[in-house]
């Protein structure tokens, strides 16, 4: 009997589960909301049944399970048991982000029983801890449009054979708007020099040639590209054999327009160039236009 591919959907209420559930419903998932944790074991071995052509089922399951959420640690041991491959997908924001997301859309914390909604959102975010912990995959949808979580959630779990078994982020951002919260490898490059200070070049991107030959017109960047390349390119064959299936890799500036996004984008060049399965995303590169 073959054990059907499960990814488990958690995270922060207002973090983009719901968005979630529905991309991996178009990628042939099978998908079930608020699943009572206690269900998983005998779902996942119903699914596993001969007869069945259920390979890939996708469970939300969050706070909205009441006291059911607080036997998820001692069913993933059941589980685990039980010979069922499981991933942990992890969806978070900032609390500045679900505040607002909880003010336009005018719903109900499944915690609140007041209009404290920073106070709950905090304190939900304390009760998942250990489970983000546990995660295999950690996703911070606050800067995240719709269809930015889409793709990010195909390029890990649309099972396509041209990809590799790695897939890798590359993000750019600013050090003035903090730090990609779900980042694995964090490079500052604010040592390189700065096009901001030309008036000319200021209103420019990276993504920009002005830009790109400004910046790599410096022997140290060259030289740091270089390192940079050869310790990336010595980690992702580690990472591989550890079983990790996504790397995001940020990659730093001031502001997170010009330099950051110019290293990003010659990162993943170099990358894809390999054959890798790669995307690059500017996190920061509008708000320095806004």
């Known amino acids: 009997m073959m054990m059907p591919k499960l990814v488990i959907v958690t995270g922060l209420s207002g973090a983009g589960k719901t968005q979630a559930m529905r991309c991996l419903e178009d990628l042939g998932f099978f998908c079930v909301d608020n699943l009572p944790p206690t269900l998983i074991p005998k779902f996942a071995e119903l699914c596993a049944q001969a007869a069945s052509k259920i390979n890939k089922i996708a469970l939300a399951v969050d706070i909205r399970g009441g006291e059911f959420f607080n036997t998820l640690f001692e069913v993933l041991h059941q589980i685990d048991l039980q010979g069922t491959g499981y991933e ?19 719903r109900r914390h499944p915690l609140s029983s007041h209009g404290e909604i920073l106070e709950v959102i905090r304190e939900e975010r304390s009760r998942l801890q250990d489970l983000r912990g546990r995660a295999n995959k950690i996703i911070d949808t606050s800067n995240m449009t719709v269809q930015q979580l889409k793709e990010e959630i195909a390029a890990i779990y649309a099972g396509n054979a041209n990809h590799s078994r790695l897939h890798i982020t590359v993000i750019s951002f600013g050090y003035k708007y903090g730090i990609p919260l779900d980042s694995d490898l964090v490079f500052d490059v604010r040592f390189l020099p700065n096009p901001h200070y030309d008036p000319a070049l200021r209103p420019l991107s990276g993504n920009e040639r002005p830009i790109r030959d400004y910046v790599f017109g410096s022997p140290p960047t060259e030289e740091f590209m270089e390192k940079f390349q050869d310790f990336i390119e ?50 920061d590169i509008k708000k320095n236009r806004g």
């Open 234 to 283: 010595f980690l992702i064959p580690q990472y591989i054999k550890e079983g990790k299936t996504t790397l995001m890799i940020a990659i730093g500036c001031t502001g997170g327009m010009h330099r950051s996004v110019v290293l990003a984008n010659r990162l993943g060049e170099i990358l894809e160039s390999k054959d890798l399965s790669v995307t690059v995303r500017h996190r």
């Open 88 to 106: 942990i997908l992890y969806l978070e924001a900032s609390d500045e982000t679900l505040v607002r997301r909880y003010k336009e859309s005018r």
